[in-house]
């Protein structure tokens, strides 16, 4: 794995120190309410792990998975549901945890859907923000690093799902998909 990696972009130390900084801003935002963390699978499960466990007030989890990439580096542009919510999410307070927001079509779908359901309020939590590839504008609540149009792999974030295990943000070489 380590061989198909160009360059560390964000080691874990860096991840974690991070992590710490907005787990402590989302707690004082929600101080005296409680969470439901809605993390988009399955990039966003190993940072919605040590999210979690970085907030202190009450927090619950659910999971949605929809999918736009497949195996490939650019969003085919069309998101499907493939799991839904278990919990219904009407007058509560959801923060939708992302790994990364990239075109942002993924978001844009879910922030209607999730609308549409009369939560008391919505925010968007991701850990990495690619604005130069965005082509619909979504809102972010809370941004963990903003980083340059490389396609990045490990800490949740895969390639046709290999490297999700990485402890760090990696750039793959592009010989690692172009062949
Ligand atoms: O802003 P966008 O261009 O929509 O891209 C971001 C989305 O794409 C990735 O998920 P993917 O569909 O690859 O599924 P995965 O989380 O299982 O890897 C990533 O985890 C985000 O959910
Ligand atoms: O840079 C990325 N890496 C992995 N998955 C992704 N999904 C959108 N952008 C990316
Ligand atoms: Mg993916």
Known sequence: MLEDIQEILLSSEQLSARIREMGRQISADYAGKEILMIGVL???VIFMADL???IDVPVALDFMAVSSYGASTTSSGVV???KDLDEDVEGKHLLIVEDIIDSG????YLLDNLRSRKPASIKICTLLNKPERRKVDVQVDYNGFT???????GYGLDYAEKYRNLPFIGILKPEAYKS
Do not use: M, S
Request: proline content about 5%; hydrophobic content about 55%; charged content about 20%.
């Open 147 to 153: 980083i340059p149009d490389h396609f990045v792999v």
């Open 105 to 108: 079509l993924t978001l844009n």
């Open 52 to 54: 979690a466990r970085a």
């Open 80 to 82: 499907r549901i493939l």
């Open 42 to 44: 399955r990039g966003a």
